[in-house]
């Protein structure tokens, strides 16, 4: 025994801390994630930012007055939170939720009194809310700032896509509970759509509001809406589903 641990002992003599950090740094497992090593140059830091997935979409270079708290206000990172946090919520509140006219107002109810965590269902809803008020005053302050002036007109375009959809996701994610409240929020802002100029229900564009043999903005005689709904997956960054309902005139004489 003695033997053996002599030998071990003499086996790592030779071994020290930087030669382990040395053989670490050669292996090609190392070199294949940390490219250009320790980024102790401007150069090494720029091949860093452009070799990353992720960094490479920020500025290599940044003002620490580009990013202070109080020029940004970090309405972009609150976003993006409020996002991942819609996003699981909503997958939870997938299992329990089922979006027909029989079952949707009560799994609502039955989320909030006998599911368990049903917060989930709260913490969604406030998420939702949360999130239009931080996009609006991510917008104000780039604009404030001039932040959309060239050469970041190409993002400027992108946020306003993306006003728009979480615009259109908050309110099509409104009829969800299938109270009177979402009823009508839903109708009221349908019929501001057929007021719309050449895409309104009157206009040679009408056509082209329609998904598939649903119209989404109907005649005054048809007292029919549809909204739909799209989960997005912030892992994919596309669709996940795609849920309709239907509000036929026979129906709205129930309310």
Wanted: proline residues 4%; hydrophobic residues 50%; positive net charge.
């Amino acid at each position: 025994m003695a033997k053996i641990i002599d030998r071990i002992k003499a086996a790592l003599s030779g071994v020290s801390p930087d030669a382990i950090g040395q053989y670490i740094q050669e292996s090609q497992i190392y070199r294949s994630i940390f490219r250009v090593g320790v980024p102790d140059s401007d150069r090494k830091r720029m091949l860093v930012m452009l070799g990353s997935v992720f960094l490479h979409l920020h500025p290599v270079k940044v003002r620490k007055s580009g990013i202070r708290m109080r020029y940004t206000w970090c309405m972009g990172g609150i976003t993006f939170f409020l996002f991942l946090v819609l996003t699981f919520t909503g997958l939870l509140l997938m299992f329990y939720y089922r979006p027909t006219l029989e079952y949707a107002y009560v799994d609502i109810i039955d989320l909030r009194q006998q599911v368990p965590l049903g917060i989930m269902r709260e913490i969604h809803r406030w998420g939702a809310h949360a999130m239009v008020i931080a996009v609006w005053l991510h917008m104000y302050r780039v604009f404030m700032t001039g932040s959309y002036k060239p050469p970041r007109e190409f993002n400027w375009n992108v946020g306003v896509i993306l006003l728009v959809l979480t615009l259109l996701l908050s309110f099509t994610g409104y009829l969800l509970p299938w109270d009177q409240l979402a009823m009508w929020a839903i109708t009221v802002g349908s019929n501001m759509a057929r007021a719309t100029p050449f895409l309104g229900n009157e206009g040679p564009g009408s056509a082209l509001l329609s998904l598939g043999d649903i119209r989404l903005v109907t005649n005054a005689s048809d007292a029919r809406f549809a909204a739909v709904v799209v989960e997005a997956d912030e892992q994919t960054g596309r669709a996940r589903s795609i849920d309709r309902m239907l509000l036929s005139e026979d129906d709205l004489k129930q309310f």
